[in-house]
């Protein structure tokens, strides 16, 4: 089984060489590895040429785009692998095992998509914890409460795409809660709950750079909510707001 990893980029510079190796690294060998950048102007490109020349397997390319969304989609647009997933250039994965462990799950279990645990943690001390979000497995009442699967952590089947199309590019921050709300209200679909930290993030991402954000994200994640069907769309954002806190409180 082929597994497509994509990694959007736009000066990341700083942290893209832990973020590429933590993919290169993985006991895995099945995987494409796709960089999307979007017209670097510090040493990003030149980074990534240095890693394509020593690992074939490496697809990237590099020119304007509308943002990460966008980026993503053209990633998975050119991915070729059974099932595909993302690692954002400012993350990386939190060990060399996990690509192997998600690959046996599609072995042997008949599922469209897997998904773990995420720690965020400090930008310039990553072995330092912030929040630990851990999830739960999948039951579709859930979403009526703002739940979601950290998506930095969900592989999915790249049929699921095929299927349900790729990131609503009209919205700026929560175009993953809309994809998300999307592809787990299809009945259709298995979803495997894997209880392993699958990704380490470095705080500071979009969604949560500033107060103008948040509520715009909040706006956004009511908009997703209320356009997938949610029962309760405002009830679902402020329960979603509320059950990070606990998340905030654990460390470990």
Not at 154 to 164: E, G, R
Not at 199 to 215: D, E, F
Not at 221 to 228: E, H, I, L, P, Q
Request: glycine share 6%; charged share 20%.
């Amino acid at each position: 089984m082929k597994i497509s990893i994509i990694t959007a980029t736009y000066n990341s510079a700083k942290t893209l060489n832990v973020c590429m190796d933590s993919v290169l690294n993985q006991t895995y060998r099945d995987i494409e590895y796709l960089i999307i950048d979007g017209n670097s102007t510090d040493a990003t490109v030149d980074l990534i040429k240095a890693k394509a020349a020593a690992h074939p397997h490496i697809v990237w390319v590099s020119g304007k785009d509308k943002g990460i969304y966008d980026a993503l989609n053209k990633g998975i647009e050119k991915a070729t692998g059974d099932v595909i997933g993302f690692v954002h250039s400012d993350d990386f994965l939190a060990d060399s095992t996990i690509v192997e462990k998600i690959a046996s799950v599609f072995n042997t279990q008949q599922v469209d998509g897997v998904y773990g645990n995420l720690h965020y943690v400090k930008f310039d001390a990553p072995g330092t914890i912030v929040r630990n979000w851990v999830s739960q497995p999948f039951r579709k009442a859930l979403l009526n409460r703002g739940w979601m699967p950290a998506h930095p952590t969900l592989f999915l089947k790249k049929s699921v795409y095929q299927n349900h199309g790729v990131f609503d590019l009209t919205y700026k921050i929560a175009a993953d809660y809309d994809f998300i709300l999307r592809v787990f209200s299809n009945p259709g679909y298995k979803f495997f709950y894997l209880p392993e930290t699958f990704t380490k993030m470095r705080v500071g991402g979009a969604s949560n750079r500033s107060i103008k954000n948040l509520i715009l994200k909040s706006k956004e994640d009511y908009r997703a909510a209320k356009s997938n069907g949610l029962p309760r769309p405002l009830f679902s954002v402020i329960f979603k707001n509320i059950s990070k806190i606990p998340q905030w409180l654990s460390k470990s």
